[in-house]
């Protein structure tokens, strides 16, 4: 029997709404934030996939807290990647901003983004069309979620509008693969930013049908997060009206200024 080839990326849930992307060729796997090894152990076994690489981008333990289990279990050395600007037990590979991966096994090549914001030290993963992709993607841990961004527990508006503006330049068919399942909620603060938003509106309906039948809404697109994700539309009259409304002072007339209000107004909404 010859294995499927193509790469395939597959969610594999953990805790209340993480996903862990699981990235394979059918005999080669790498995965995404590991935050548990128990699920991560079932489904490589399941699957009869063999561990080759771990990618990490944050320091958050549940995107962290399965590395050395994992890296136990495989019994043999697995190049565990990660950003450089703070220690995270296990890493082994240590990344800054433009550096690239090339892997042979599942075959596919990186390139690195530094996206503070959610963290200072948060990086992002940027797989380009290739061979074997068919299209591009884009892992981003907590930066970027479907219809919403990370909490800014560590970085600055300023920080996470520039990391944005650097997913805002991808092509517009990149798959966004994010690590929790947050649409439905973050949906309905879009909503409350943008109620007139068509594209929204239809996205409200898709996302909710997904969930009913326990089916991830990711991954999304760059694409997609263009006409429905507030903190992507800073820029945007509708965001800016609605910023302006919730602030009720005058706004700087920056994109930073308008997400500052806006997740501030997330946080508390």
Known sequence: MVKNTLLQVWPIPAFDDNYIWCIHDGQSALIVDPGDATPVIRYLEQNKLTLTGILITHHHADHTGGILSLMQAAGSHVPVYGPATIDIPGRTHALLEGDKIGLVAPRISFEVYEVPGHTLSHIAYFANMQANVVEPMLFCGDTLFASGCGRLFEGTPTQMTQSLAKFI???????????????????????????NNANLITWAQTAQ?????????????????????????????????????VSGEQLLPTSAHVLAVIRAWKDRF
């Open 169 to 195: 330049a991808l092509p517009k068919n990149t798959l966004v693969y994010c690590t929790h399942e947050y649409t439905l909620s973050n949906i309905r603060f879009a909503l409350a930013v943008e109620p």
């Open 209 to 245: 049908a997904l969930r009913e039948q326990n089916l991830p809404t990711l991954p999304t697109t760059i694409g997609q997060e263009l006409q429905v994700n507030p903190f992507m539309r800073c820029d945007q009259k509708e965001v800016i009206d609605a910023a302006l409304q």
